[in-house]
């Protein structure tokens, strides 16, 4: 008989964390483990993002994004307040830099509307220029609640709570091999000394990231035809100099690409008020590249151009990279988050997160409510 926990979660991004840290806090003493494969938490796409508390306007009424989007900003705040953890409200600018984009902005006013985002008001140029007198745009929506956040110190308070109401953190922990069984689910992985072992579980959470189709793919779900394939796609910034950082106040972003494959090479700003520049969007075959192209400074420069004008070339410096786990191909739809317990499947007791994008980080909290209530049926 192998070792059994109650549940084993696979992953301690931000999400997987989030998830152990609900679970624990919500049922009376289960038995969680957390794998990951890395010696510690957040060293995959949740420390390689623009660190953005989004408000939800950009993702289709009723899709799991914007929910948990909405309902994700203001909880995240919260647990920010009562944890001491770092974040600042700046708000969020979208801009139309010519009378062109004026209805694309004034659509993702009305998107985020219809989604409930409070804080939003279109601004005219005298409006603009009161707050951001640097920048061109001929109008703007303004985003009130969309700020930034320190990620790795949120995950070391989401890890904190976790351990305290008991999880097991299993860092050097990979797994390679799932197999459905009578009770639940048997979980093979390498562990710290390199030996492979297997643990089961009544409860399997997939929370895997860039890998997150790995795990389905092992109990017999066709992920091509699931709609679980991960397209990775690669986001490079390029940070600005500090002089230029502090020319700007808010976070600005131009109208987002097309099937929201990105939203547009956007200026945001660090905690420490150092502004940067990105991601561009580019659909790669590597899930984990991380270089950033020094020849693409020319492509930042000239988007940055557009509605930065105080920009010179040599204010820009190649900074970091991170990779979106998309489950949208490359000229497919616009594609939701999956979460889902795989019920329909044959697999009771398999929740199933994949394509967890942005805005990952912003609803890592909604997201572990919904998760919870997969587990407790309230
Ligand atoms: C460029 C970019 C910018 C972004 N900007 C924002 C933003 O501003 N705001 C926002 O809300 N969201 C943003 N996001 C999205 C956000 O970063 C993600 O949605 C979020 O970090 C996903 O967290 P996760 O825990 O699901 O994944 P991850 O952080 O990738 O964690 C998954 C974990 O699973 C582990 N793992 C994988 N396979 C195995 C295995 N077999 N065994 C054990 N462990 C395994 C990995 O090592 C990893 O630690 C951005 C994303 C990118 C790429």
Not at 80 to 107: F, N, T, W
Not at 175 to 184: E, N
Request: a negative charge; one cysteine or more.
């Amino acid at each position: 008989m192998l070792e059994h926990v109650d549940m084993i979660i696979v992953g301690a991004g931000v999400v997987g964390l989030a998830v152990a840290a609900e679970l624990s806090r919500k049922l009376e003493n289960p038995e969680i483990m957390l794998m990951e494969r890395h010696p510690k938490f957040g060293q995959d796409t949740s420390s390689r993002n623009s660190e953005v508390i989004h408000a939800g306007m950009y993702y289709p009424p009723g899709s799991l994004k914007a929910k948990l989007c909405v309902e994700g900003n203001p909880l995240l705040y919260e647990f920010c307040d009562l944890h001491h953890v770092p974040y600042q409200r700046l708000g969020k600018m979208i801009i139309a830099r010519e009378e062109s984009e004026i209805s694309a902005i004034e659509g993702i006013y009305r998107q985020g509307t219809d989604n409930g985002v409070p804080g939003l008001k279109m601004l005219n140029r005298s409006e603009i220029e009161a707050l951001e007198p640097n920048i061109t745009a001929v109008a703007a929506l303004f985003s009130s609640t969309t700020g930034i956040i320190d990620s790795h110190k949120l995950m070391a308070q989401l890890e904190r709570s976790a351990i305290a109401d008991g999880v097991m953190m299993a860092y050097m922990h990979k797994v390679t091999g799932v197999a459905r069984s009578s009770t639940g689910y048997e979980v093979k992985f390498l562990g710290p000394d390199g030996r492979e072992d297997e643990l089961a579980c009544t409860w399997l959470i997939n929370c895997a990231g860039l890998y997150s189709d790995f795990i389905p793919a092992q109990l017999g779900i066709d992920v091509a035809e699931a709609g679980y394939k991960i397209y990775p796609v690669k986001g490079e910034y390029f940070s600005v100099a500090m002089a230029k950082s502090k020319l700007i106040s808010h976070l600005i972003y131009p109208p987002p690409l097309k099937s929201l494959k990105g939203l547009g090479t956007h200026i945001t700003k660090s905690l420490d008020g150092r502004a940067r520049l990105g991601p561009n969007v580019q659909y790669v075959e590597e899930r984990e590249d991380y270089d950033v192209d020094p020849n693409h400074l020319e492509e930042f420069y000239q988007a940055a151009r557009s509605y930065l004008p105080f920009i010179e070339k040599t204010d820009l410096q190649s900074d970091m990279a991170g990779m979106r786990p998309k489950i949208q191909a490359p000229d497919g739809p616009v594609a939701d988050f999956v979460i889902r317990h795989e019920t329909e499947r044959g697999l009771t007791g398999f929740i199933n997160l994949v394509g967890i994008e942005s805005p990952g980080l912003t609803s890592c909290l909604s997201i572990a409510k919904m998760v919870g209530r997969m587990v407790d049926g309230n």
